[in-house]
């Protein structure tokens, strides 16, 4: 896994890194980015995103069975 990206205060991961964290697929968190669900999250070029590491830890907790296959008990 590559580092977070720092900016300022807030930690950002990379839609790859927050699959990791997240378990669940690059296209339902690139679908979360473009909703708007994933606060702060922000374009890095055309087509990649940074999601602030807070924003995925809050949205890991949230996951349904539909986006994680099944909801973790974590």
Do not use: F
Not at 8 to 30: F, Q
Not at 31 to 51: D, N, T, V
């Amino acid at each position: 896994m590559n580092m977070p990206t720092q900016i300022g205060k807030t930690v950002y991961l990379t839609v790859k890194e927050a699959v990791d964290l997240m378990g669940c697929t690059d296209a339902w968190i690139r679908m979360l980015c473009r909703e708007g669900r994933l606060e702060g999250a922000i374009r890095h070029g055309q087509r990649s995103w940074l999601i602030p590491l807070a924003a995925a830890k809050a949205a890991r907790q949230n996951l349904t069975s539909r986006s994680l296959g099944k909801k973790a008990d974590s």
